[in-house]
């Protein structure tokens, strides 16, 4: 996972602090990490009856995508990792910035959908998706919070920081369960 060129400058910008997913920049901002995030390529069981279940990446390009234009080249999914790195250009009609969108689609059978598992952990459980080609995935990003060095740091960006990092303390729900 990536991100688009776009990011936010927090401090040109007069933002307190930033949730950021994958490598950082080096920057003059404090990182804190929270998690690890996968990614989770996903369909209906009543897409997967009708088009068929893709077995390796390159089958999906047989397949319609629901892209998220949030990721950096958003046509083209990449799995595996080392040396067993694998790039696929997808094709489809659906795109969104939104990944819990990409997954509302996927589950109305619209299309198979690439994002990051917490958006689809819900729906994965209710079995309205289908977690797909799980040992072709990519290793984990990592969540951050960034925030400006500050002498003192603002009380409510300090208690907002403390919240993420006990709300994503240990490996959260989503990673469980689904390879």
Known sequence: ??????MVNLVDEGFDAAVRIGALADSSLVARKLATVRAVTVASPEYLAARG???????????DAIV????????V??????????????????????????????????GIARS???????????????????NFER???????VYPHARHLASKVRVFIDFLADRFAGEPEW???WS
Not at 53 to 59: F, G, L, S
Not at 139 to 145: F, G, K, N
């Open 53 to 63: 279940v893709p077995r390796k990446p390159d089958d999906l390009r047989k397949h």
């Open 139 to 145: 290793d984990p990003a990592t969540l951050h919070v």
């Open 77 to 110: 999914w990449h799995f595996g990792s080392g040396k067993k790195r694998t790039a696929v250009k997808v094709t489809g009609r659906l795109r969104f910035a939104n990944p819990y969108i990409c997954v509302a689609a996927a589950c109305a059978g619209f």
């Open 68 to 75: 998220d234009i949030n990721i950096a080249n958003p046509d």
């Open 1 to 6: 996972m990536s991100f688009t060129d776009r």
């Open 116 to 134: 990051p598992a917490f958006a689809a952990a819900e729906h994965l459980r209710r079995g309205r998706v289908t977690a797909l080609l799980g």
């Open 175 to 177: 990673h469980q369960g």
